[in-house]
């Protein structure tokens, strides 16, 4: 295999990895789907995927000035980050709980994909993710110009296919769950929301 091919496997590792569910925006998405729908949860992880592209890409190109420019600005994104999580947490956890009919709504579609792409673009800490992701796979001793598209196109064919997978499962799930239940998780995932948000904001006083 070319040694273009090898780094677009490892790409593709790299967004499978950082695509597992586990913070407050993966939270969210599986929400999305579970109430919204499946094309909802999907591209509003797509926006949040495509975040991770930006960041994968510079954190190869300008691995030492992107680390910088964070540790420098650092306390304004996380106070960013936080008030955008309490935001979106006290809308879910407020809002009038209604299952929506599954629709092609683009305008829908598209507000989800910015909203998720805008509050993870306030989370630049995710570049030293990569950092350890790429030293671990031996990104950072590959040496291509053509490397960063085929990393960046890695990142976002794994983190999109890890995506539909989740929201895919989590979508057929969600006819076999009642409505009460969907309503907890809604307030649920509004209240995890709100306790990572205020946690950020928190931090930036212990810091």
């Known amino acids: 295999m070319s040694n273009l091919g090898i780094v677009l496997l490892k790409g593709i590792l790299t967004g499978f990895i950082l695509s597992l569910p586990l913070g407050p925006i993966g939270i969210y998405c599986m929400e999305k789907t579970l109430v919204e729908g499946e094309k909802e949860g999907f591209f509003s992880a797509l926006g949040m995927v495509s975040v991770d592209v930006v960041y994968g890409i510079l954190a190869y190109l300008f691995l030492n000035q992107i680390e910088v420019l964070i540790l420098k600005y650092e306390t304004y994104l996380k106070f960013i980050l936080g008030i955008c999580l309490i935001v979106m947490g006290y809308k879910k956890f407020k809002s009038h709980f209604e299952v929506k009919q599954i ?32 030293t671990t796979l031996g990104i950072v001793e590959d040496n291509s110009k053509f490397l960063p598209l085929e990393l960046g196109g890695g990142i976002f064919i794994g983190g999109a ?39 950020t904001l928190v931090t930036l006083f212990y810091h």
């Open 103 to 134: 629709e092609n709504e683009g305008e829908g579609i598209v507000k989800n994909f910015f909203t998720c792409f805008l509050v993870t673009l306030a989370n630049p800490s995710t570049v030293f993710i990569f950092v350890a992701i790429f």
């Open 161 to 199: 296919f890890m995506w539909f997978f989740i929201t895919y499962i989590l979508y057929h799930c969600r006819k076999k769950i009642e409505l009460p239940i969907l309503e907890k998780i809604t307030k649920s995932c509004g209240l995890v929301l709100l306790f990572f948000g205020a946690l």
